[in-house]
């Protein structure tokens, strides 16, 4: 049913940048939509950012809109997210997620997260 | 944004008995665009159930979703000892936003 295998987690200083990325695998991997959303202990879970399978249409959350980017290689079957001007808020675990086809609103296959720290 | 107000925050119940988690939504949710996800410790979320009341690829049948408008139930029938976990639910109709779970444990 399919596996998804973040990394690009790691420590980095408030102002800093990090680009995650996420292979995904045994999938038609430009048939989906895909999403990253992150976990924290203090605010749970949140949805951050989605793209659409051609790469065409993207949506942020309003807490990371004009500092996150969201983006995709079909050819690589991999997704990408590049964080900028980062804050100790967002530190948090981030998961690459594929949604379930019969509900397209529902996520079905998480990867395995990757931890982000934002600390000085 | 549509809130989810998930509850109890903890639910203490023993092995093989009957668990009952409730969501309740801010606004309508219309035809039960809501999913819930277990989380055990240190494990990525696993969607359970989804439109409310439809079990995912591989679930069994002791989950069960329930509810539409703006009230919703999951029940889990016979705790196993794999069942102690998290529970979140998420709603997907209007952008998308998750419950702040409900812990079960041991008894």
């Known amino acids: 049913q399919g596996q998804l295998v973040e990394s690009g987690g790691g420590v980095v200083q408030p102002g800093g940048s990090l680009r995650l990325s996420c292979a995904a695998s045994g999938f038609p991997f430009s048939g989906y939509t895909m999403y990253w959303v992150r976990q924290t202990p203090g605010k749970g879970l949140g949805w951050v950012a989605l793209?659409?399978?051609?790469?065409?249409?993207?949506s942020y959350s309003d807490s990371v809109t004009g500092r996150f980017t969201i983006s995709r290689d079909n050819s690589k079957n991999t997704l990408y997210l590049q964080m900028n001007s980062l804050t100790t808020d967002d530190t948090a675990v981030y998961y690459c997620v594929r949604p379930y086809t019969a509900a397209p609103g529902a996520f079905h296959i998480w990867g395995q997260g990757t931890m982000v720290t934002v600390s000085s | 944004e549509i809130v989810l107000t998930q509850s109890p925050g903890t639910l203490s119940v023993s092995p093989g008995e009957r668990a009952t988690l409730s969501c309740r939504a801010s606004?309508?949710?219309?035809?039960?665009?809501l999913a819930w996800y277990q989380q055990r410790p240190g494990q990525a979320p696993r969607l359970l159930i989804y439109g409310a009341s439809s079990r995912a690829t591989g679930i069994p049948d002791r989950f069960s979703g329930s509810g539409s408008g703006t009230d919703f139930t999951l029940t889990i029938s016979r705790l196993d000892p794999g069942d102690f976990a998290v529970y979140y639910c998420q709603q997907y109709g209007t952008s998308l936003t998750f419950g702040g779970g409900t812990k079960v444990e041991m008894k």
């Open positions: 606004q309508s949710l219309g035809s039960g665009n």
């Open positions: 793209i659409s399978n051609d790469g065409t249409v993207k």
